[in-house]
């Protein structure tokens, strides 16, 4: 699954481009964070999901962590598909995309969205509240300190059980 959506008071906001998949009735509504996307579909990646893109159409997704799970053939139905969605930073709403992911370009602050469904709907959270639920980025995260703090204890609880070893050995 992708990067599940935290509480707004969790954690700082992403510092990179917002990603909202909403699985509608296949899984509910995932959000991610993508620190510096290259376009659309790289926004889905770096946020933690997995892409499976339709192969006769560039840039239009067949799958988001494998759903739904059939294959697309040459293109999906209208009326079962992942439409792609877009908001710059400080929009209340969502606005759908005229282009495929593969030949968007989100700024930092953006919003990606991608609703599963016939295309007449956004996904189901407005931008600026999945700005409040979205996972920081890695490197805003702080989390490489907790990562290291957790690393010393590690290496000097492995130090002491040595030095114990060493002198039961003496002894």
Known sequence: MGVPAAGAGAQEVCGGVVVV???????????GCAADPADGLDALAQAGFAVTEVAAIRGMVCSIDALPATD?????PADAYWSYWHANAGDEEWTYSMVGGADATPDAGDFEGWAFGDGSAPPAVAPPDAAADS???????????????????????????????LRQRRA
Request: with cysteine.
């Open 21 to 31: 998949v909403d699985f509608g009735e296949l899984d509910g509504l995932e959000t």
């Open 72 to 76: 697309c053939g040459a293109s999906p």
């Open 135 to 165: 996972p920081e980025t890695e490197s805003d995260s702080g989390g490489s300190s907790y990562t290291w703090v957790v690393a010393v204890a590690a290496l000097a609880v492995i130090g002491a059980l040595v030095a114990w070893r």
